[in-house]
């Protein structure tokens, strides 16, 4: 049975989660969240932005720091966007504002979950030449220097780093970086990938890294790793 750390105000929210069969630890404030992620362990996480004590930013931020590696999601009762933002650079796998229907907030869990498994398959942390790629913690480093990247950059590199040597469609990558989100033209693949290649390679201009292969799309793999 999978086990959920929930650190929320909504006592009813524990309830439908056990409904779903989920085994779920309920802590009332962000110290006694924090505590139990790092010594219980659960599966997944789900934490209130509004946590007293500790809030839920906070807390993310601190099991990522002390090396808790399963997933974690924001729950806002708020809707602030910047919280959103802010969650996700922190290391969180997902944010979701109220209102919300449980039943998405299960898929989004599901997902999370399932991303996990693969990322502990394929290591979450991944090298190609100076270019180290944390994909647990949305943390990319250049020469051990820290290279600053949006959401979207993060999600784009993700795409073609759990798929190296192979190459991917535009429409491949607008569907693993973009999702069910407004569906940007494959134009913008080809505008990100250039934003990546200026923080990533050697020499834009002549990209060994993510790689062009025409007719197809791109493909992500260091000639020299």
Not at 3 to 16: F, K, Q, T
Not at 50 to 61: F, M, Q, T, W
Not at 76 to 95: E, I, P, S, T, Y
Not at 101 to 113: F, K, N, P, S
Request: charged share 30%; hydrophobic share 40%; proline share 5%.
């Amino acid at each position: 049975m999978t086990s959920v750390l929930l650190g929320s105000h909504e006592l009813a929210l524990r309830d439908r989660l056990v409904e779903e069969g989920y085994d779920v630890e309920r802590a009332a404030d962000g110290e006694e969240a924090l505590e139990r992620g790092l010594s219980t362990s659960p599966d997944i996480v789900l934490l209130d932005v509004g946590l007293p004590r500790r809030g839920g930013l906070d807390v993310c931020r601190e099991l990522r720091h002390r090396g808790f590696d399963r997933p974690v999601i924001l729950l806002d009762d708020r809707g602030d966007g910047a919280d959103c933002v802010r969650g996700l650079k922190l290391g969180a796998d997902d944010f979701l504002a109220a209102p919300f229907d449980v039943r998405e907030l299960v898929a989004r869990m599901e997902a999370c979950l399932r991303r996990g498994e693969t990322c502990a398959l394929a290591s979450c942390l991944c090298r190609f030449g100076g270019i180290e790629v944390d994909l647990r913690g949305a943390r990319v480093l250049r020469e051990g220097r820290d290279v600053p990247m949006s959401r979207r950059e993060f999600q784009l590199l993700r795409c073609l780093v759990e798929h190296p040597g192979t190459p991917l469609s535009r429409d491949e990558l607008l569907d693993g970086a973009w999702g069910g989100d407004a569906m940007p033209s494959p134009r913008t693949v080809d505008v990100h990938v250039a934003w990546l290649r200026r923080k990533l390679e050697q020499d834009p201009r002549r990209p060994t890294l993510i790689r062009t292969v025409h007719g197809v799309g791109y493909l992500f793999g260091s000639e020299t790793a």
